[in-house]
């Protein structure tokens, strides 16, 4: 169902995945948008447990495309450097695939917010962030990435730098 990736030799472990995923910050959530257009939106999110959590408002554009297709990439970029001098970049980068749901039952609401509160404001107090929830929670829509595929890679520099520090010493 899904592609295999041509250049295996660059393709991330899960754990390289994973990883890259619990790290980041940002990511661009790809879905079928109005009349056939495909519509990608950058979006703070959190990864738990396989599944990609966003918070958005109760309407618009995602929330629209989301009931009639939940098909959904997502996309982060884990290292983006840029090598004027030798005209590549070193890169990692994850995307995830999967169905998006959009969470109706309060505790899972609740939950998937709490987890995304901690991710962004790990030093407020619990009180603190549970106010803020509070204080937005009638216009606040949580969103739920189920992921069914994960592939990442990096670029070749990266993985020959790995491979000569892996070799042994004579």
């Given at each position: 169902?899904?592609?295999e990736?041509?250049?295996?030799?660059?393709?991330?472990?899960?754990?390289?995945?994973?990883?890259?995923l619990?790290?980041?910050?940002?990511?661009?959530?790809?879905?079928?948008?109005?009349s056939?257009?495909?519509?990608?939106?950058?979006?703070?999110?959190?990864?738990?447990?396989?599944?990609?959590?966003?918070?958005?408002?109760?309407?618009?554009?995602?929330?629209d495309?989301?009931?009639?297709?939940?098909?959904?990439?997502?996309?982060?970029?884990?290292?983006?450097?840029?090598?004027?001098?030798?005209?590549t970049?070193?890169?990692?980068?994850?995307?995830?695939?999967?169905?998006?749901?959009?969470?109706?039952?309060?505790?899972?609401k609740?939950?998937?917010?709490?987890?995304?509160?901690?991710?962004y404001?790990?030093?407020?107090?619990?009180?603190?962030?549970?106010d803020?929830?509070?204080?937005?929670?009638?216009?606040?829509?949580?969103?739920e990435?189920?992921?069914?595929?994960?592939?990442?890679?990096?670029?070749?520099?990266?993985?020959r730098?790995r491979?000569?520090?892996?070799?042994p010493?004579?």
């Amino acid at each position: 169902m899904f592609r295999e990736m041509r250049r295996k030799k660059q393709q991330l472990t899960k754990e390289a995945c994973d990883e890259i995923l619990s790290c980041g910050t940002s990511g661009v959530l790809a879905l079928s948008g109005d009349s056939g257009y495909p519509y990608a939106v950058p979006l703070s999110y959190v990864y738990s447990q396989g599944k990609i959590y966003f918070h958005c408002a109760t309407s618009g554009h995602k929330i629209d495309a989301i009931k009639k297709n939940p098909k959904a990439s997502f996309c982060v970029i884990g290292q983006d450097q840029v090598i004027p001098e030798k005209y590549t970049t070193c890169y990692r980068s994850v995307i995830a695939f999967g169905t998006v749901r959009i969470l109706e039952d309060d505790q899972e609401k609740m939950d998937a917010v709490k987890i995304l509160a901690e991710k962004y404001s790990p030093h407020e107090s619990p009180a603190n962030r549970q106010d803020a929830i509070q204080k937005d929670w009638d216009r606040l829509c949580m969103l739920e990435l189920t992921v069914e595929h994960l592939t990442g890679k990096e670029c070749i520099e990266l993985v020959r730098q790995r491979d000569e520090s892996e070799r042994p010493v004579s």
